[in-house]
């Protein structure tokens, strides 16, 4: 069954000795279905992106697809110790990206909970950032 859920989301990217550290806070939806946890949400447009809906589902620690569609077309997947190849929008158009998980975790519940995971994307195989990100879901 589909929940009313507040979302925390902070983002960290890591470019050589530049870090950048995003923080998120936004009401959506959250429900469990067939294993897999799907958090939704509106993308801001203060985000950069544009206007959009995106939606994470969480296969335990297992794996993270985050679509986003609207504004930035995106389709990450994030499968622990594989990397995939995945599209990425930005403002000017879509880039193809290599993305390596590294780590996830995940404590998502009836009523909620937290995932944590963190990947690296590269282009051409050159690293491009080291990522971390931690998303809370509150039920309401």
Known sequence: M???AWIE???IARQGRHKDVTEMSTKGSYCLKNGSAYICYDELEESGLGKGKTVLKVEG???VTLTRAGGGRSQL???KGVR???CYGLQ???VHLGVFTKHI???LGEDGGQVEFAYSLDV???LLSENEVKIRVRCQ
Do not use: T, V
Request: glycine share 12%; hydrophobic share 15%; aromatic share 4%.
């Open 2 to 4: 589909k929940k009313d």
């Open 61 to 63: 620690d297992r794996q």
């Open 84 to 86: 995939h190849l995945c």
């Open 124 to 126: 051409n195989s050159g």
């Open 105 to 107: 975790q995940s404590q």
């Open 77 to 79: 997947m994030l499968e």
């Open 9 to 11: 989301i902070q983002g």
């Open 92 to 94: 000017y158009g879509q």
